[in-house]
């Protein structure tokens, strides 16, 4: 996965080389996803992903109404709507995530490899409110580069990591949403384990979504305890029903 990583980044910095440097607008207003979290402690939240296919899957769901299921997944109380972009390995396309946000009222989150300014400056224009910036993709200078200008465009930011390394390097630029993905760089597997072992380094203060391998409420039971959302693709758009699906994630948790 390490070399598949890096071919994505190569066709990634083509992408952003053809792209132009648009000029910001203001983000669009909607209650932030992080109010969302404090607002709703009590229950696990939900990101519902709508995504056509992926490098390890293959199609998902390729033939996916993107404004129906988005909507579905509003109707179900969603705290956000993460949107693939990436038209080379997932078959998506900016023009979903515009049509997603012109629909809805929850945030939207621009899930892409998130490597240049040009590409965050795009998703506010697109409607995004939150991007994704993961940290096996960049060196921390960078993320922190990328980090402080989307914030100060008024963006909300979600911090991807995959071990205790990037865990801590999220820390340090002092990231406020962190995403722990159980799928392993390496082999491609997913393990719920990762997001239990990380768990015990979580700070005060932030806020951690556990990402991949979450396909029903038994899974998100387990990861209730310590984490404040999950972020769910292939189960939600596998599903006939993605409504009921992504109602039924948000389960109850027992906090001390």
Avoid: W
Avoid at 6 to 30: H, N, S, W
Avoid at 112 to 129: H, L, M
Wanted: with cysteine; charged share 25%; aromatic share 4%.
């Amino acid at each position: 996965m390490e070399n598949f990583l890096e071919k994505i980044l190569a066709e990634k910095q083509v992408e952003v080389t053809q792209m132009v440097m648009e000029t910001p607008r203001k983000v669009r207003q909607v209650k932030g996803f992080v109010q969302r979290l404090r607002d709703n402690p009590e229950r696990l939240q939900v990101i519902g992903e709508v995504k056509r296919a992926s490098p390890s899957l293959g199609a998902i769901n390729m033939g996916v109404d993107v404004l129906a299921q988005a909507t579905s997944y509003a109707a179900a109380g969603v705290s956000a709507i993460s949107v693939l972009t990436d038209p080379v390995f997932f078959k998506g396309s900016i023009d979903d995530l515009r049509l997603v946000a012109q629909n809805v009222d929850v945030p939207v989150l621009n899930k892409d490899f998130i490597i240049d300014k040009k590409q965050i400056a795009r998703a506010v224009n697109s409607g995004a409110t939150i991007i994704l910036l993961i940290v096996a993709c960049l060196t921390e200078k960078d993320l922190q580069d990328l980090y402080e200008y989307a914030i100060s465009l008024g963006l909300e930011v979600l911090v991807e990591v995959h071990n205790a390394e990037e865990l801590a390097i999220a820390h340090r630029i002092n990231a406020e949403l962190i995403g722990i993905n159980n799928r392993n760089l390496k082999t491609f597997e997913v393990s719920l384990q990762n997001s239990l072992d990380l768990a015990a380094l979580q700070e005060n203060g932030r806020f951690y979504i556990s990402e991949s391998g979450i396909k029903s409420p038994v899974e998100a039971e387990i990861v209730a305890r310590d984490f404040r959302a999950v972020l769910v693709g292939e189960a939600l758009m596998k599903d006939g029903n993605p409504k009921a699906a992504a109602k039924g994630l948000q389960v109850k948790r027992h906090v001390d």
